[in-house]
């Protein structure tokens, strides 16, 4: 079992560095390491594919393919999907873009004084702001039983105006 250290062919690569730090390799064949991590994994190098799953997903080989390429003295570029190449890059916006229309708007030309405008807000509308909130569903309200009258209400003893009966 070999420790992976942190360069590949005297560069170092900056994503890869802090997961490489504690994993360990072990090889099983030609072409599968298992890489003892937290969980370890199993890497099949000419299949490109790891039990992480990551690198059957970016089609880039992740952490532990990182490891096991570099214990099997294979270069890295080799196993990088050539989408991810500068050629690639350079092939995709070689030709012109041309615009879609928006064939879904209308054309607006100029203000004909016809244009129904949002109404202004600055004021705030007449009258006492509420001082009751609103209440939300699910939420029961407490009733005040008023301890002069006997009434449910919104009125307790202080503010009570029911006059009393004898």
């Not at 072409?31 to 790891?50: F, G, M, T």
């Not at 879609?100 to 702001?129: E, H, M, Q, Y």
Request: aromatic share 8%; hydrophobic share 30%.
């Amino acid at each position: 079992m070999e420790r992976c250290d942190m360069s590949y062919h005297g560069k170092e690569i900056q994503g890869v560095v802090q997961c490489v730090k504690g994993m360990a390799i072990s090889r099983s064949s030609d072409d599968l390491y298992e890489v003892w991590c937290n969980p370890s994994v199993s890497v099949n190098i000419a299949s490109r594919s790891c039990s992480c799953g990551e690198w059957q997903i970016n089609s880039f080989p992740c952490a532990h393919a990182f490891c096991a390429l570099k214990r099997a003295g294979k270069k890295l570029n080799d196993y990088v999907d050539h989408y991810y190449s500068v050629d690639a890059f350079q092939n995709t916006y070689s030709k012109s873009i041309n615009p879609v229309p928006t064939i879904w708007k209308d054309v607006i030309v100029g203000f004909d004084g016809n244009v129904l405008l949002p109404p202004l807000c600055n004021k705030r509308p007449p009258g006492r702001p509420r001082t009751e909130r609103i209440p939300s569903t699910g939420v029961k309200s407490r009733k005040i039983t008023c301890r002069r009258c006997g009434q449910v209400g919104r009125h307790n003893r202080a503010r009570c105006k029911e006059p009393l009966q004898h």
